[in-house]
């Protein structure tokens, strides 16, 4: 069997294959003498029916096996002798059975990427302490405090800073409105009727609050935006954004008191101080998987840092749409309109293509090191798991996997958990070193 393979950029390459004819013979022998066998023609005894005749009655049927037989067993000798890591191996064509008794065909391949693995254990890692810091805790409680205030109008004085504003606002820029200035809905930049707003640049676009410092209800001014550089938004980067702001209410938050009252409207029959306990308790276990994640984050971050190679296309155009429709569910399920998501589409595509390369790359360099530390999912871990995932979401087991084999799901989980073993087994080599002062990684 003649095979040739040519490497081509962005883990492509071309197969062609030539298969003799001697081959090509006693595979269609082998083929047709299972048609002799089990073919029933009237006027012949089972078995005994004459090759021309079966070779007529079954032609198109014998020459599709005939093509399948040859095509996988080639694609197997091709994968053994090129070593090939093969994804896929593309439609083939050109398939043609010359006089000659051969048969020839091609196809575009699509391959793993080709890199050599950096030591990969022991690599350095440093963590904060796992205790809970007690500003976290203070945090927490003001959180709980903001939760339950009361609003009561402001009547005797301007808007300061921290004070809580009902607006109407539209928005222009260049003296355009912002949709048509874009040619796009812009969103929440275009404007809101009956806007609250806290008098701080955390909580809108920077710049506001200050701007908006001395307004009494009944008050319009413009509010000029200076956006940065950076701004998502392409085309409202440096740009000056201005905002026709109408404040319609002025209101103060009044914070309830840090008391057993408080403490039973959230969870009865709990003291002030039992509530405390148990947040700092919900602290301790949210830091603990904060520290988790961070020691992944440097150890994928130390690995990612010392390989570059490329990817299939194909594979990024997949990621980058799976990405981006992850990103637009959770915009949705943040409040995000659809106006919003069509104005920021083209940045969400960007954000998605990085990530998708960034999550492949992960995804390759972690599949290799599984495969140099022999790493693997055996058949009860997969059930053992795919059990958890039913029983979770309150689903029959058996149906549940049923289900995930008709839709081609299995291997994917597998694979997942491949991976996040494969994880552990970075964590569990690394060299970790608690700092106090360390930083978690959001």
């Known amino acids: 069997m003649n095979i040739v393979v040519e490497k081509l950029p962005q883990c492509t390459a071309t197969l062609r294959v030539e298969i003799p004819a001697d081959t090509v013979a006693k595979e269609r022998k082998t083929i047709v003498r299972t048609y002799t066998n089990k073919a029933r023609i009237p006027g012949f005894r089972p078995g005994k029916t004459p090759l021309a005749v079966i070779e007529k009655r079954f032609a198109k049927e014998i020459q599709g ?12 000798e091709a994968l053994t002798q090129e070593s090939l890591k093969v994804l896929n191996f593309g439609e083939i064509s050109d398939i043609t059975f010359p006089e000659d008794g051969t048969c020839s065909f091609h196809s575009v391949m ?53 004070d809580f504003v009902v607006i109407d606002y539209t928005s222009t820029v260049n003296g355009q409105p912002t949709d048509e200035f874009l040619g796009k809905p812009a969103g929440y930049l275009s404007g809101r009727e009956g806007f609250w707003v806290r008098l701080e640049d955390q909580f809108f676009l920077p710049g506001f609050a200050a701007q908006a410092v001395g307004m009494s209800p009944g ?24 905002l026709a702001t109408t404040l319609k209410e002025l209101k103060l938050s009044v914070l309830p008191e840090l008391n057993d009252d408080l403490a039973a409207r959230l969870a009865p029959d709990k003291s002030m101080e039992e509530l405390t306990a148990l947040l700092r308790e919900n602290l301790a276990y ?24 490329e990817l299939p296309e194909s594979l990024i155009t997949e990621e980058t749409q799976t990405q981006a429709d992850a990103m637009v569910e959770r915009g949705v399920k943040a409040g995000m309109g659809e106006e919003e998501i069509q104005a ?52 029959e087991p058996k149906k549940f996997i049923k289900d995930m084999q008709r839709a081609g799901r299995i291997d994917g989980v597998r694979q997942s958990m491949l991976i996040g073993k494969t994880i552990d087994f970075l964590v569990e080599h690394a060299t970790v070193t608690e700092d106090p002062d360390a930083a978690l990684s959001e």
């Open 65 to 76: 096996e005939l093509t399948e037989v040859l095509v996988d067993a080639a694609l197997k």
């Open 110 to 162: 699509t391959l793993a990427p080709e890199f050599q693995l950096p030591e990969y254990k022991g690599i350095a890692v440093t963590v904060p302490s796992a205790d809970v810091p007690e500003e976290e805790v203070t945090q927490q409680l003001e959180s709980l405090r903001e939760r339950f205030a009361d609003f009561t109008p402001i009547e005797d004085r301007p808007a300061e800073i921290g």
């Open 219 to 242: 008050d319009t001014r413009d509010i000029t935006i200076s956006l940065p550089e950076d701004y998502p938004v392409a085309a409202l980067a440096n740009q000056q954004l201005v």
């Open 286 to 309: 949210e830091r603990e998987r904060k520290i988790s994640d961070h020691k992944v984050n440097q150890i994928i971050g130390h690995l990612t840092a010392q390989l570059e190679f």
């Open 344 to 395: 920021q589409q083209a940045e969400i595509f960007a954000a998605a293509g990085q990530q998708a390369v960034a999550s492949l790359r992960t995804n390759f360099i972690l599949r290799e090191i599984a495969a140099a530390e022999e790493l693997g999912v055996d058949d009860k871990e997969l059930v053992s798991n795919l059990i958890q995932i039913a029983t979770s979401r309150k689903l």
